[in-house]
């Protein structure tokens, strides 16, 4: 009677959870992080950034090309077209280093821009899911979904909640 009673009992909780109601949303992070008033926010700084970097290496390049242009002037001397030549040689691996080295600041600030971000988005998209009774909302970029109706996205929402908890930073 006992066993009887628990598969009755096994069998209605797992009818019950087979058919209860599974609600799926989907988020774009991407879609969030450029329309948040922080996401722009941080896209600029890195194109400023970006900016500064790309100025920088055109004046080395051009200091690079002068120094070029002047060895092959016939008025210089071996001295001077010694001294000009290992000057443009060394202005030439400071240029590469420079290009190395920015990439490598730019990169990391960008990884602590994002990590930022998504620190501060991750906890704005469980409040929603469990507001809302989602039983799982995915990353439309990293989950391979190639369609869903465009009701489950709760892109924008993500983006209104964001921006309300996190208006624009001072600089």
């Known amino acids: 009677m006992k066993k009887t009673l628990v598969l009755i009992f096994t069998?209605?909780?797992?009818?019950?959870?087979?058919?209860?109601?599974?609600?799926?949303?989907?988020?774009?992070?991407?879609?969030?992080?450029?329309?948040?008033i922080r996401g722009k926010q941080v896209k600029q700084k890195l194109e400023k950034l970006a900016k500064g970097f790309q100025q920088k290496t055109i004046k080395r390049e051009n200091e690079i090309k002068k120094l070029e242009k002047d060895l092959v002037s016939p008025a210089l001397n071996a001295e001077t077209r010694e001294r000009k030549s290992v000057e443009?040689?060394?202005?030439?691996?400071?240029?590469?280093?420079?290009?190395e080295d920015s990439r490598k600041e730019w990169q990391a600030q960008w990884t602590k821009e994002m990590r930022e971000l998504t620190n501060e988005i991750m906890p704005i998209i469980e409040k929603i899911g469990k507001s809302k009774n989602y039983t799982?909302?995915?990353?439309?970029q990293s989950s391979g979904i190639?369609?869903?109706?465009?009701?489950?996205d709760i892109t924008n929402e993500v983006i209104r909640n964001y921006d309300a908890k996190y208006p624009e930073k001072k600089k």
Do not use: C, H, M, W
């Open 88 to 99: 443009l040689q060394t202005k030439k691996i400071n240029l590469k280093r420079f290009a």
């Open 146 to 152: 190639s369609y869903f109706d465009k009701t489950i």
């Open 11 to 36: 069998i209605f909780t797992l009818g019950a959870f087979i058919y209860a109601e599974t609600k799926i949303g989907v988020i774009n992070p991407q879609q969030v992080i450029l329309n948040t």
């Open 136 to 140: 799982i909302i995915f990353d439309i």
